[in-house]
């Protein structure tokens, strides 16, 4: 698919044929909306500040954001966007790849490391055999361009001070080991069979409550640890490889880096607020993205849009 329509048309079609019997959904992953928002608008994500046409707005001012919204909303109610998607609290990485490793969705926004694209690949063989894993490219926005916020950075290695004893060494060297084994690796993204899953026909069915409970803090970090510690070897992989370079030519970066002042922060936070209070409402149905999109602007100007610009543009002047 080279557009966003013809994206959630092909996977509507993948939904419908439903190969392996498990979809529930076409598309998933919280970084949904934003992609959609960043190929229409060209701007890192709705409550960021770009420049358009020579000024400084910000990216929900921009005209193609509105139908990005509305874009999103009809996946979303139509059943073919995974709901975590929209209503992502407490949902990361970790959960994205659990739901399409069991075959419940057909593709998602997520960044391609090679230890996430490891463990996704190792799931999905072990759940839907004979089913694969690749890249689908970035579509393109109305304007025929593609965009990709943030980029794709690269990550480091796994670090043990070099004043730690050779027995202090060697034991945090067995804790690395373990973590990048078959049970290591399944106890940070599954946990512990009997407590946070059970096997049901040799597919893994999480407890949701107690996987909301452990899986945070320190078991995210180490799953970070896991999955980015062998970034360097992403050009190993010729798939990664050609995804991380074309991600990089189509990147968006945040347009206003630096400015901190206590007003500007203050007044950034305000309207972010506003517009996460909004848009899960408009995907979802409960507001109308037609009728109800100016209330929307009017909410931010009130949380002070112009006086947040001002101060924009008097940082990008110096």
Not at 287 to 305: F, N, R
Request: glycine residues 12%; charged residues 20%.
């Amino acid at each position: 698919p080279e557009t966003w329509e013809e994206f959630g048309d092909v996977f509507s079609q993948v939904l419908e044929a439903n190969p392996n019997g498990k979809l529930t959904a076409g598309i998933g992953g919280t970084g949904t909306p934003d992609r959609v928002v960043q190929g229409y608008t060209g701007g890192f994500a709705m409550s960021e500040v770009m420049e358009y046409q020579g000024e400084y707005i910000l990216a929900a001012y921009h005209p193609g954001a509105q139908d990005a919204v509305q874009l999103v909303s009809e996946w979303y109610q139509s059943g073919l966007l995974h709901p975590t998607a929209v209503a992502g609290d407490g949902i990361g990485p970790t959960e994205i790849m659990r739901i399409i490793t069991d075959g419940n969705i057909a593709t998602t926004w997520h960044v391609g490391l090679p230890g996430h694209w490891k463990t996704i690949y190792d799931g999905l063989s072990e759940n839907d055999p004979g089913f694969d894993l690749g890249f689908v490219p970035i579509p393109a926005g109305p304007d025929g361009n593609r965009h990709y916020g943030g980029g794709a950075g690269y990550y480091g290695g796994l670090m043990v001070n070099s004043d730690y004893s050779s027995d202090m060494q060697g034991r945090a060297g067995k804790v690395i080991d373990y973590l990048f084994g078959s049970e290591g690796t399944n106890f940070l993204f599954d946990g512990i069979e009997g407590i946070h899953y059970t096997l049901q026909d040799g597919t893994k069915v999480p407890d949701e409550e107690l996987r909301n409970r452990d899986f945070v803090g320190s078991v995210s970090n180490l799953i970070d640890l896991v999955d980015r510690s062998i970034a360097w070897e992403r050009e190993a992989n010729e798939v990664l490889a050609n995804n991380f370079y074309d991600a990089n030519s189509i990147a968006v970066q945040p347009q206003v880096i630096g400015l901190s002042t206590e007003n500007y922060t203050e007044l950034s936070l305000n309207i972010g607020e506003v517009i996460d209070q909004f848009l899960p409402k408009f995907y979802t149905g409960e507001l109308s993205v037609q009728d109800d999109w100016d209330e929307m602007l009017d909410a931010i100007e009130s949380a002070g849009l112009e006086d947040m610009l001002a101060e924009v543009q008097a940082f990008k002047a110096n």
